[in-house]
């Protein structure tokens, strides 16, 4: 960004667009510690659900993953070829305690997996409660989900916990899959082209703070206890009712008001009090020159995103992106930290896996002054590259670990240098570069199709890695190395820079390729007829 570029970014950053940003992205923020927040006490509530089920005797003591005492193991989580680093069940005969492993399997893998679920029913609808209600609006009424899910997560103790935790994590994955699509369809019609890039990878910094601060009051002594693991997991019910306060002072997207609604007064009061004193007629400018090319087109729905050539290059570009952050193998680096930790010799891994929570939001921060600067395409590039340079030697340091005791340190480096390439650009830029890729009238549909398919395959990568890492052992990586060469691939042919370009820019930019490659076709067509 040039010196008059960044003067007047800082100009454009009021604090009203501070506090609107903030108060958006505080969704993101639940999303991320109820993906994280499961973990930490799992044992607990696992030796809770025993206990309510009537399978194992109510003085069987457990504690969480932090603690040092002798728990029951999650059925199916030893490590590849043995049981290193876990402790054996005790003996029992009984046939509840022989049917228990698969009835916690059972009831675990739905505590977990349902958020997913939830996420994936709701996002579906995120375009038609946005433009039914407003953005702010819809913010407003989907946070009646998240406390109500928190809600019931919270009283777990006091009924059926199995029962309440289920239901409370499914109507939050209600809620976080709403929210998934309006904050980022929020963010970017609030903020100005030259801190748009900036501000959407705040989506990610929301996540990884939540994730982090459920891994640190999940430790054993704060809240992931046997006494405290109900409040652990309803603690960001606070966040839903901060969000709701906070939501009643900010401004309806002026995009929204001007384009959708008509309404060019409280559009231009929108923009001068998120822009401050700064002349509004530019944006209004631009407002109706998409204005004018939305209405010389029917309303797009999500079926026509799929059938019109128009949209179909974007679409494929969205859903690329969506399924390399999560197919990357983020997720698998996260379940296995823990795991090399302890097998290199950390006495305390569970601080190790903080660690690396830790990392992960540091260079998060870091990829907030980075997109600006080096554009999205370019980071999504280097992180894939050096996500899967990372996967190659996680791959190598798991295979050797059993004959080189030193390889399991170049795991351990491995895993953190996955976290950072993580961050600096698959983590963050899908969130964002969606609502770029597409104007005002498909922008909804669009969003909607893109959280789907980012709930979707969260819900498959949970579902379905324990059983493929059973079958590849270490080389598990192998395929996410093998499917990141894919997605850089993919991304370097065809994902455009959309840093400092307005909709109608990045819409042309398409098209262009478009045309490129119906040329490029004609030619080849031409030629042949003329060898023939």
Known sequence: MDKKGKMQAEKHLTGMLVLSVFTAVLGFFQYGYSLGVINAPQKVI????????????LDRHATNASGEDGTVPVPGTEPWGGTEGTLAPPADTSEDLAA???????????????????????????????????????MLVVNVLSIAGNLLMGLAKFGPSHVLIIAGRAVTGLYCGLSSGLVPMYVSEVSPTALRGALGTLHQLAIVTGIL????????????????????????????LLQFFLLLLCPESPRYLYIKLGKVEEAKKSLKRLRGNCDPMKEIAEMEKEKQEAASEKKVSIGQLFTSSKYRQAVIV?????????????????YYSTNIFERAGVDQPVYATIGVGVVNTVFTVISVFLVEKAGRRSLF??????????????TVG?????????????????????VI????????????????????????AAIAIASFCNWACNFIVGMCFQYIADLCGPYVFVIFAALLLVFFLFAYFKVPETKGKSFEEIAAAFRRKKLQAKATIELENLRGSEEA
């Open 46 to 57: 696992e030796a809770h659900y025993r206990r309510v089920l009537g399978i194992v005797p």
């Open 421 to 444: 390439f993580f961050e600096v650009g698959p983590g963050p830029i899908p969130w964002f570069i969606v609502a770029e890729l597409f104007s005002q009238g498909p922008r909804p």
């Open 100 to 138: 228990s492993p698969h009835i916690l399997t059972m009831y675990w893998s739905l505590s977990v997996s349902v958020f997913a679920v939830g996420g994936m029913v709701s996002s579906f609808t995120v375009g038609w409660i946005g433009d039914r209600l407003g953005r702010v609006k819809a």
């Open 318 to 334: 969205a859903l690329m992106v969506q399924i390399s952050q999560q197919f990357s193998g983020i997720n698998a680096i996260f």
């Open 213 to 240: 601060i459920s891994q640190v009051l999940g430790l054993d002594f704060l809240l992931g206890n046997d006494e405290m693991w109900p409040l652990l997991l309803g603690l960001s019910g606070v966040a839903a």
């Open 398 to 418: 798991l295979v050797l670990l059993s004959q080189f005791a030193w390889m399991s340190y170049v795991s351990m480096v491995a895993i953190f240098l996955f």
């Open 381 to 394: 590039l280097a992180g894939l590259m050096g996500m899967l340079i990372s996967a190659v030697a996680m």
